[in-house]
């Protein structure tokens, strides 16, 4: 039991966009619990401590402020608050192997295994110890075995409690969440382990949404999650195709297939694919799993998903080229939004980037505009030639051939688009990967319109 004002201490091990925001939220529900959160980046840590945050989410700053001093701390002593703590969050990150055996598909859990053996190094009291990272099933037997390794005596009891929130609506997933999923074992140990973490969500969670089920079940029910929604954004887009083959409307499908209340009409929105951190990353991991135990038709199976995912953009970048008359050397091409969707500056694994590469290879001229991701852009980009980074969409259209919408923003629903059209070269092409646009408004300012998945809007 932590001493002083607070009930229990936590610590949250990782800083990123998953550790930061999840624990702002226990530390602005649960004012008798203190929350540190640690990171071995010294400049990510630094960032949290000042008023401009290593990421941007919307609702996110007010939240920090309001905790941060009181119960919420951020810090790179994390030996110091690991030796403290009661209950440790790991949120480390997890990305794809790029190296060895399963490179391209395991999770590389370098990370994660160094957190676990800091964790043993500087523990002298019992502490929960839980999974907040996605990670492959049967992850918890590995850190159990670092944690209880040699001579320590101290008992470490480990949880799964995945995290389900999406960049960019981070705050509401959280304080609103569909369900909070908490794997334990069924010892006596286990079951006291995971009351304590359902004691924390009670704060603010009804009861309900609460979840309890064993380890396994909650690590495999992360991966399953991303699989199904990006499955859905997959199968979707390869109707797009088909849309486009036959003159039928996407729009209208998605429509009438969501009516369906078995199916649903969240998450079949045609584009250009899905990006972010996860979905490709969660979906390889699953896959290597059942590669792992020899499940190939199942395998087979997922692997479908992220096939469909790059043979939407190679087909978008086809169809760029075909309506443009089979050349895009030394044409300039407006990119409008780089992050993997809106309201976040994030850009892991967006379609832009092999939008763009695509593009530089046959030798277009490239301005990208986003109104949050250019750094994060520049740096995906590093090497590349012949790439404009421009704050103002405006001068980013500016004698460009066509635009190539990646991001949904907002924003880019309210640009004066006659004035974007007068100052480009014509014929002007406008490509709409998210049918974010008015395409028919378009077409009327002069605009050859190419949306996914419906027909094109053309003026010859
Ligand atoms: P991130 O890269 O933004 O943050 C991870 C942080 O961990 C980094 O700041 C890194 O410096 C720190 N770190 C790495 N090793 C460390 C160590 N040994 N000690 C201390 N700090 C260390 O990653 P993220 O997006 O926050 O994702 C974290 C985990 O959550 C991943 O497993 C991811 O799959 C999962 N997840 C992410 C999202 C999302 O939307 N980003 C959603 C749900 C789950
Ligand atoms: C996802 C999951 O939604 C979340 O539950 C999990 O915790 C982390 O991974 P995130 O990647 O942040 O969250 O965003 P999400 O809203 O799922 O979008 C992912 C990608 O799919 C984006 O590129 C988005 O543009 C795309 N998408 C989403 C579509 O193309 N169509 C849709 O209908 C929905």
Request: net charge neutral; hydrophobic share 30%; aromatic share 10%.
């Given at each position: 039991m932590s001493e002083g004002k607070f009930y229990k201490k936590i610590v949250c091990i990782g800083a990123g966009y998953v550790g930061g925001p999840t624990m702002t939220i226990i530390a602005n529900k649960c004012p008798n619990y203190k929350v540190t959160i640690v990171d071995i980046s010294k400049p990510r840590i630094d960032a949290w401590n000042s008023?401009?945050?290593p990421i941007f989410e919307p609702g996110l700053k007010e939240r920090v402020e309001k905790s941060r001093g009181k119960n919420l701390f951020f810090s790179t002593d994390v030996d110091k608050e690991i030796a403290e703590a009661d209950i440790i969050f790991v949120s480390v990150n997890t990305p794809t192997?790029?190296?060895?055996?399963?490179?391209?598909?395991?999770?590389?859990l370098q990370f994660v295994e160094l957190t676990a053996r800091r964790i043993k190094e500087n523990s002298r009291s019992d502490k929960i110890v839980i999974e907040k990272s996605t990670l492959p099933v049967r992850s918890a037997e590995a850190l159990e075995a670092i944690l209880h390794?040699?001579?320590?005596s101290v008992h470490f009891e480990i949880l799964s409690n995945p995290e389900f929130m999406a960049e960019g609506t981070a705050i509401s997933d959280m304080e609103y969440p569909d369900r909070v999923l908490i794997g334990s074992k069924d010892t006596e140990t286990g079951r006291i382990a995971r009351d304590e973490l359902v004691k924390i969500y009670a704060h603010w969670v009804p009861?309900?949404?609460?979840i309890t089920t064993n380890l396994w079940s909650s690590e495999l029910s992360k991966l399953v999650s991303n699989a199904f929604l990006a499955q859905r954004i997959s199968s979707i887009n390869s109707i797009s195709a088909i849309c486009e083959a036959t003159e039928a409307d996407i729009g209208e499908v998605a429509f009438a297939v969501g009516k369906d209340t078995r199916i649903g009409?969240?998450?079949?929105q045609a584009g250009i694919g899905f990006g972010g951190s996860c979905f490709r990353k969660d979906i390889l991991n699953l896959v290597y799993l059942c590669e792992y135990y020899q499940l190939n038709e199942v395998a087979d199976f997922w692997k479908q998903v992220i096939t469909i995912n790059d043979y939407q953009v190679n087909r978008f970048v086809k169809r760029m080229l075909r309506a443009m008359f089979n050349t895009l050397v030394g044409k300039k091409i407006a990119v409008f939004g780089?992050?993997?969707?809106?309201?976040?500056g994030d850009t892991r694994d967006t379609p832009a980037i092999y939008l763009t590469r695509q593009l530089c290879e046959e030798k277009a001229r490239l301005s990208i505009t986003d109104p949050h991701a250019l750094e994060n852009a520049k740096k995906d980009l590093d090497?590349?030639?012949g790439i404009e980074y421009i704050e103002d969409p405006y001068s980013a259209a500016k004698d460009a051939h066509c635009i190539a919408l990646m991001t949904a923003w907002d924003e880019y629903r309210s640009l004066d688009y006659q004035k974007i059209y007068d100052s480009m070269e014509k014929p002007a092409f406008l490509f709409d990967g998210r049918n974010h646009l008015d395409h028919q408004k378009l077409f009327d300012i002069g605009f050859n319109v190419f949306p996914i998945g419906k027909p094109p809007l053309l003026h010859h």
């Open positions: 008023d401009d945050l192997k790029t190296f060895g055996e399963g490179a391209g598909k395991a999770a590389d390794s040699g001579n320590n009861k309900e949404k609460l009409e969240k998450f079949l780089f992050a993997f969707k809106p309201d976040t090497g590349l030639k």
